[in-house]
């Protein structure tokens, strides 16, 4: 699958079908503009709860309320017509139980009209990602490492190394068979993303894996410079956002200083000069 300006938004289950086929493209998104820079160009958006972070300058994203998600979550969805948009639960949302966790996907899928809906964990999770989809909440699962278990992983290190490969393992499979319809595979070695997206029925996405994920995604804003707090490895900057905006922010205070902005392009004359005769 690959998005084309006049498509139709995939439905959850053609991200699944792409299993093996072209990768699929994601970027997150938290704005009606920045969504509609890229709904051309993605398979699917995920309104990331990365948000706390990038936009509301939070240190993790356990900070993170349901209303910050579905403020963000209308916003992107007025910037989309031809990616489907999937949208995170945040910290605290959807742990407690399958019935906690019903009742907040459905208020997010409700009020944003978000395609799907993601959650971090694994087989720890899986009786949850059973019962939702059992009940018409389309999952995509997020396991290795999983941001809002910062504090019990002790940093945002590498999972999966070593002899935790098998945890990792097995908590792809188990999301797989609870009927997630993909999973994102966050900073793990590059050979056990790929044994994994060969082992299990259901798409990979690629975030500090491997390129032969069955897609990618990548922070807007880490991709863009915008976000500039720290840079991750696995983060490629495709522009220079942050950078170019200091400049310009630079130079317009300049000119305010000089009075050389406005200049006379900028600013009303009394009287709209009369047309000539004859015309
Ligand atoms: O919140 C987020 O942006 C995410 C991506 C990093 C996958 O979960």
């Given at each position: 699958m690959s998005a084309?300006?006049?498509?139709?938004?995939?439905?959850?289950?053609?991200?699944?079908?792409?299993?093996?086929?072209?990768?699929?493209?994601?970027?997150?998104?938290?704005?009606?503009?920045?969504?509609?820079?890229?709904?051309?160009?993605c398979d699917f958006v995920l309104v990331g709860d990365s948000v706390g972070m990038v936009l509301h300058g939070l240190p993790s994203t356990l900070g993170v309320t349901m209303e910050m998600m579905i403020m963000h979550?209308?916003?992107?969805?007025?910037?989309?017509?031809s990616a489907m948009m999937v949208i995170d639960l945040p910290f605290g949302s959807y742990e407690e139980s399958p019935e906690q966790a019903f009742g907040n996907a459905a208020r997010l899928m409700a009020q944003t009209s978000a395609g799907a809906v993601k959650l971090e964990g694994g087989v720890h999770m899986a009786k949850t990602i059973a019962f939702l989809v059992a009940r018409g909440i389309p999952v995509m699962a997020h396991i290795g490492l999983t941001p809002q278990?910062?504090?019990?992983?002790?940093g945002y290190k590498v999972q999966g190394r070593d002899a935790a490969a098998t945890a990792v393992i097995a908590d792809a499979q188990a999301v797989s068979d609870a009927g997630a319809f993909a999973v994102v595979?966050?900073?793990?070695?590059?050979?056990?993303?790929?044994?994994?997206?060969?082992?299990?029925?259901?798409?990979?996405?690629?975030?500090?894996?491997?390129a032969g994920c069955d897609?990618?995604?990548?922070?807007?804003?880490?991709?863009?410079g915008l976000f500039?707090?720290?840079?991750?490895?696995?983060v490629k900057r495709y522009a220079h956002l942050g950078d170019d905006g200091a400049a310009a922010i630079a130079a317009y205070a300049h000119d305010v200083r000089a009075r050389t902005f406005p200049a006379p392009e900028h600013v009303f004359a009394d009287q709209i000069p009369a047309p000539a005769k004859g015309k």
């Amino acid at each position: 699958m690959s998005a084309t300006a006049d498509k139709k938004a995939p439905l959850p289950d053609d991200i699944r079908a792409a299993k093996g086929g072209t990768p699929l493209v994601s970027l997150t998104a938290y704005t009606t503009p920045m969504a509609q820079m890229m709904d051309a160009h993605c398979d699917f958006v995920l309104v990331g709860d990365s948000v706390g972070m990038v936009l509301h300058g939070l240190p993790s994203t356990l900070g993170v309320t349901m209303e910050m998600m579905i403020m963000h979550g209308k916003a992107v969805a007025r910037g989309l017509s031809s990616a489907m948009m999937v949208i995170d639960l945040p910290f605290g949302s959807y742990e407690e139980s399958p019935e906690q966790a019903f009742g907040n996907a459905a208020r997010l899928m409700a009020q944003t009209s978000a395609g799907a809906v993601k959650l971090e964990g694994g087989v720890h999770m899986a009786k949850t990602i059973a019962f939702l989809v059992a009940r018409g909440i389309p999952v995509m699962a997020h396991i290795g490492l999983t941001p809002q278990s910062v504090n019990t992983l002790g940093g945002y290190k590498v999972q999966g190394r070593d002899a935790a490969a098998t945890a990792v393992i097995a908590d792809a499979q188990a999301v797989s068979d609870a009927g997630a319809f993909a999973v994102v595979l966050e900073k793990i070695p590059q050979s056990l993303a790929d044994q994994i997206t060969a082992d299990i029925a259901i798409p990979t996405i690629g975030i500090g894996a491997s390129a032969g994920c069955d897609g990618q995604i990548l922070v807007v804003d880490d991709m863009l410079g915008l976000f500039t707090a720290f840079k991750a490895k696995f983060v490629k900057r495709y522009a220079h956002l942050g950078d170019d905006g200091a400049a310009a922010i630079a130079a317009y205070a300049h000119d305010v200083r000089a009075r050389t902005f406005p200049a006379p392009e900028h600013v009303f004359a009394d009287q709209i000069p009369a047309p000539a005769k004859g015309k």
